[in-house]
């Protein structure tokens, strides 16, 4: 059962949807949380006081305006920036309307945030265009707009950032229409199954472009190309493309003020790693499920402003790993299933810059661990393995500055708990591999920064749990599921204010008695399970 639970988790680290996802979710057309609740709610509660904060006479006349909206016929003759808040409040309501949104025609709204938005189509593109050279920026991820729609932005050419992510009736066509826009500095395609390799050359006119997002996109091999007079691009999202090969890091070498690269479930190997050898501003580079080997930590150490590198499930071992010590300005190393071992800890030593690392499903085991000891600077460790039990995170006890800590898998018990008093600096703690018991959670309680906790899969915590961390009132997220938790025991989390998800899913707790707490002590809970 408790191999079951971590290879769970393991999928939902590799699955790319749910891991790094930027600044962008997974649009879906409805049903978005991002639309639960209304702007009233949103006016929050104070939690320190408890007491609703009082609006301002802008926000009461907006939300009046707001349940007026069809008395309104034009916002033309308001000021800017008032009507812009009025369209704002509308969208999040989500009470704007193909019909309501012709209010707004000729505003010269600046900010058209429309991304997930239901119903939005290609008629709604006339008064979106209709802003012309005021519009700055608009998202249209998950709409139904096609490739007519966009011949409307055409006018618009002062937009510096458009997103289609999740569009998936933008094609080739479409592009050509927004190819005239040259003050573009983003551009997201996420998701697109309709551009190709040909449908980018209408990029090369860009050449403003800051950050271009095409991740997810299968058909666009051959096509970077077109993105080597590109050189102000600072940032470049092509991953979960497994069409991307060798052949496309080379138009890549040139854009030398590229400061984050994304290639990630790509075909990209060795070979492809020399290309990127001149990017001497590259900081952030992604390539998780990539078959490179440790030949290509040389050309790796040659980039002096590398500081985020993520080689998670790639072919790494020990032989060879060695060069890894080259690399002595990384901040953040994910080796996530790379076949490491204690051995490899060693190449790890002289990395005293780190500040992150993560060495879950590798083979290090409790010896290996204590190679980790001088990492003084370490502030998250990831060790999501079986093999790590009580002994591992004894010699780590000298990594004060622990702020996340991650033990999903390992085998800690009520003893390895009392090491945690060392890391009096933890925000975030995981500890779900089945040796807990109430006992263990004593040692926790005191932890008092904590905002996340995850105690999952402890099946022999119960009621008196909840008892003893219910002075964590900093928690915004706590997991006790699969655990012997009842209704009984919820009382305990009254005084967990700032919490915002409860995860107690397969314990003797129904979803009515949480929607209960929620009423009358949680007002800031917006997810729990059992739900």
């Given at each position: 059962?408790?191999?079951?639970?971590?290879?769970?988790?393991?999928?939902?680290?590799?699955?790319?949807?749910?891991?790094?996802?930027?600044?962008?979710?997974?649009?879906?057309?409805?049903?978005?949380?991002?639309?639960?609740?209304?702007?009233?709610?949103?006016?929050?509660?104070?939690?320190?006081?408890?007491?609703?904060?009082?609006?301002?006479?802008?926000e009461l006349c907006?939300?009046?305006?707001?349940?007026?909206?069809?008395?309104?016929?034009?916002?033309?003759?308001?000021?800017?920036?008032?009507?812009?808040?009025?369209?704002?409040?509308?969208?999040?309501?989500?009470?704007?309307?193909?019909?309501?949104?012709?209010?707004?025609?000729?505003?010269?709204?600046?900010?058209?945030?429309?991304?997930?938005?239901?119903?939005?189509?290609?008629?709604?593109?006339?008064?979106?265009?209709?802003?012309?050279?005021?519009?700055?920026?608009?998202?249209?991820?998950?709409?139904?707009?096609?490739?007519?729609?966009?011949?409307?932005?055409?006018?618009?050419?002062?937009?510096?950032?458009?997103?289609?992510?999740?569009?998936?009736?933008?094609?080739?066509?479409?592009?050509?229409?927004?190819?005239?826009?040259?003050?573009?500095?983003?551009?997201?395609?996420?998701?697109?199954?309709?551009?190709?390799?040909?449908?980018?050359?209408?990029?090369?006119?860009?050449?403003?472009?800051?950050?271009?997002?095409?991740?997810?996109?299968?058909?666009?091999?051959?096509?970077?190309?077109?993105?080597?007079?590109?050189?102000?691009?600072?940032?470049?999202?092509?991953?979960?493309?497994?069409?991307?090969?060798?052949?496309?890091?080379?138009?890549?070498?040139?854009?030398?003020?590229?400061?984050?690269?994304?290639?990630?479930?790509?075909?990209?190997?060795?070979?492809?790693?020399?290309?990127?050898?001149?990017?001497?501003?590259?900081?952030?580079?992604?390539?998780?499920?990539?078959?490179?080997?440790?030949?290509?930590?040389?050309?790796?150490?040659?980039?002096?402003?590398?500081?985020?590198?993520?080689?998670?499930?790639?072919?790494?071992?020990?032989?060879?790993?060695?060069?890894?010590?080259?690399?002595?300005?990384?901040?953040?190393?994910?080796?996530?299933?790379?076949?490491?071992?204690?051995?490899?800890?060693?190449?790890?030593?002289?990395?005293?810059?780190?500040?992150?690392?993560?060495?879950?499903?590798?083979?290090?085991?409790?010896?290996?661990?204590?190679?980790?000891?001088?990492?003084?600077?370490?502030?998250?460790l990831n060790l999501?393995?079986?093999?790590?039990?009580?002994?591992?995170?004894?010699?780590?006890?000298?990594?004060?500055?622990?702020?996340?800590?991650?033990?999903?898998?390992?085998?800690?018990?009520d003893s390895g708990?009392?090491?945690?008093?060392?890391?009096?600096?933890?925000?975030?703690?995981?500890?779900?591999?089945?040796?807990?018991?109430?006992?263990?959670?004593?040692?926790?309680?005191?932890?008092?920064?904590?905002?996340?906790?995850?105690?999952?899969?402890?099946?022999?915590?119960?009621?008196?749990?909840?008892?003893?961390?219910?002075?964590?009132?900093?928690?915004?997220?706590?997991?006790?599921?699969?655990?012997?938790?009842?209704?009984?025991?919820?009382?305990?989390?009254?005084?967990?204010?700032?919490?915002?998800?409860?995860?107690?899913?397969?314990?003797?707790?129904?979803?009515?008695?949480?929607?209960?707490?929620?009423?009358?002590?949680?007002?800031?809970?917006?997810?729990?399970?059992?739900?």
């Amino acid at each position: 059962m408790m191999g079951g639970a971590c290879s769970r988790k393991r999928d939902q680290q590799v699955n790319e949807d749910s891991g790094n996802r930027g600044i962008y979710g997974r649009y879906c057309k409805s049903g978005s949380s991002k639309w639960l609740g209304n702007s009233i709610s949103r006016l929050a509660v104070d939690n320190k006081q408890g007491k609703t904060k009082c609006p301002s006479l802008m926000e009461l006349c907006i939300y009046k305006i707001r349940e007026d909206i069809d008395k309104y016929s034009s916002f033309s003759m308001l000021p800017r920036d008032i009507s812009q808040q009025i369209f704002n409040e509308l969208v999040y309501s989500q009470c704007l309307t193909e019909v309501s949104l012709g209010a707004f025609r000729d505003c010269a709204l600046q900010d058209l945030d429309l991304g997930e938005y239901p119903g939005l189509e290609d008629s709604w593109m006339d008064v979106i265009s209709s802003q012309e050279l005021s519009l700055l920026s608009v998202d249209l991820s998950g709409s139904d707009v096609t490739d007519s729609g966009l011949i409307h932005l055409k006018n618009c050419t002062n937009l510096q950032a458009m997103n289609f992510n999740y569009s998936d009736q933008i094609s080739d066509h479409g592009l050509e229409h927004i190819s005239g826009l040259s003050n573009l500095a983003t551009l997201s395609f996420r998701r697109n199954n309709q551009i190709t390799a040909q449908g980018l050359s209408v990029l090369s006119g860009l050449v403003n472009l800051l950050k271009l997002d095409l991740e997810r996109c299968p058909g666009i091999h051959g096509g970077l190309v077109h993105l080597k007079g590109l050189t102000k691009l600072e940032s470049l999202n092509i991953k979960c493309c497994n069409c991307i090969t060798d052949a496309d890091m080379k138009p890549l070498s040139g854009l030398t003020n590229l400061k984050e690269l994304q290639i990630s479930s790509s075909k990209v190997s060795d070979y492809g790693v020399t290309f990127l050898k001149g990017l001497h501003k590259l900081s952030l580079l992604n390539m998780e499920g990539c078959p490179i080997t440790a030949a290509c930590l040389d050309c790796l150490a040659a980039l002096p402003a590398l500081l985020y590198l993520n080689l998670s499930r790639c072919n790494l071992s020990d032989d060879g790993c060695e060069k890894i010590s080259g690399l002595t300005n990384l901040e953040t190393l994910n080796l996530d299933s790379c076949r490491i071992d204690d051995e490899g800890l060693v190449n790890l030593t002289g990395l005293t810059s780190l500040v992150s690392i993560n060495l879950s499903f590798t083979v290090v085991t409790d010896s290996g661990l204590k190679k980790l000891a001088g990492l003084a600077s370490l502030t998250s460790l990831n060790l999501d393995a079986r093999q790590i039990t009580d002994a591992g995170l004894a010699s780590l006890t000298s990594l004060t500055g622990l702020m996340h800590l991650d033990l999903f898998g390992a085998r800690i018990t009520d003893s390895g708990t009392n090491y945690l008093k060392n890391f009096k600096n933890l925000r975030s703690l995981e500890i779900c591999g089945g040796g807990l018991t109430d006992a263990g959670v004593k040692n926790i309680k005191d932890l008092s920064s904590l905002t996340v906790l995850n105690l999952s899969q402890n099946n022999n915590l119960t009621d008196k749990t909840l008892e003893l961390i219910s002075g964590l009132t900093q928690l915004v997220s706590l997991n006790v599921s699969n655990s012997r938790i009842t209704t009984a025991g919820l009382q305990h989390l009254r005084s967990l204010k700032n919490l915002k998800s409860l995860n107690l899913d397969s314990c003797k707790v129904t979803a009515y008695d949480i929607e209960k707490l929620q009423s009358t002590d949680l007002p800031n809970l917006v997810s729990f399970r059992p739900e």
